[in-house]
């Protein structure tokens, strides 16, 4: 069976079609077969995809593998409705078929908002990554409370009988943070005191809320110029692309950048999840 990875959020911006676009292609270079669902009304993660496809077919392009991303538009106006439900349904269909078809892991971008869509998205997954913008002076806050207790009723759902409407899961979905758009100071590379207090902060609810706090993503202006060819950062650090590329996405720190997204993937899952993806019993 294929493991499943929502990243999810209920604030916009801190990088969460960003994280999943890298997580497909990380997963990717372990020579795993990836596919991505972009349930997120914007097509953000479908329309990297469709740019990474377009970039593959250039002739001066080398190591750049298409990632197919399925759309499916889960928004909240049609999520309590027959539409709504059907949309619902499609995810799971979707996602057997996917699982069917040989794929060893699916990476869903879920809806950056509190819906039954998202619900679904959370609870049908066998691990949630929630970035968390540090430049936000809310986002601990809203990650802390509310979405928590979403995540909370999400896990509750997941481990319910099928006969009550859950998903007769014998253990709910693992919930992993990853502070993005971390600024480190230039001359000495040392993460800016504010964020390193908002990490710490959220490093002492972990035991409580029953999450862990990985490793911080650094600000890298690069992601977004690499997004919009349908790259990644971990690409780029890697040097798999020609020189046509700097002008387009420019120069950086790359060796930084591949050491914080490696450490973070690699804590996210465990040596004996990679490559052999020990799924969390119960979705059979």
Request: hydrophobic share 40%; proline share 6%; net charge negative.
């Amino acid at each position: 069976m294929a493991k499943l990875i929502c990243v999810g959020s209920l604030k916009g911006g801190p990088g969460k079609t960003t994280i999943s676009a890298s997580l497909c292609v990380w997963l990717e270079s372990l020579n795993l077969k990836v596919a991505g669902i972009d349930c997120d009304p914007s097509g953000a993660f479908a329309l990297w995809g469709a740019q990474r496809e377009a970039t593959a077919r250039r002739r001066d392009v080398k190591g750049v593998h298409p990632i197919k991303i399925h759309h499916l538009d889960g928004s909240e106006e049609d999520s309590d409705s027959v539409a709504g439900l059907i949309d619902k349904n499609a995810l799971s269909d979707l996602v057997d078929k996917l699982e069917v078809t040989g794929f060893d892991a699916i990476v869903i971008d879920s809806p950056g908002e509190n819906s039954h869509f998202a619900n679904h998205a959370h609870a049908l997954s066998d691990m949630v990554i929630t970035p968390v913008d540090m430049n936000d002076a809310t986002a601990v806050r809203v990650t802390t409370e509310p979405y928590a207790g979403a995540i909370d009723s999400w896990r509750k759902k997941a481990v319910q009988p099928e006969a009550e409407g859950g998903f007769g899961m014998e253990a709910y979905f693992d919930w992993c943070l990853i502070p993005t758009k971390v600024h480190v100071t230039e001359a000495r590379r040392v993460m800016i005191p504010l964020h390193h207090r908002r990490i710490e902060l959220l490093k002492s609810r972990q035991a409580e809320l029953e999450m862990r706090v990985m490793p911080p993503m650094h600000y890298e202006p690069a992601h977004s110029a690499a997004m919009e060819v349908g790259l990644t950062i971990v690409e780029r650090a890697g040097a798999m692309h020609p020189h046509w590329l700097e002008s387009e996405v420019g120069a950086f720190d790359r060796t930084n950048a591949l050491d914080v997204l490696a450490a973070t993937f690699k804590e996210v899952f465990a040596p004996s999840m990679v490559p052999s993806f020990v799924i969390r019993p119960g979705r059979e």
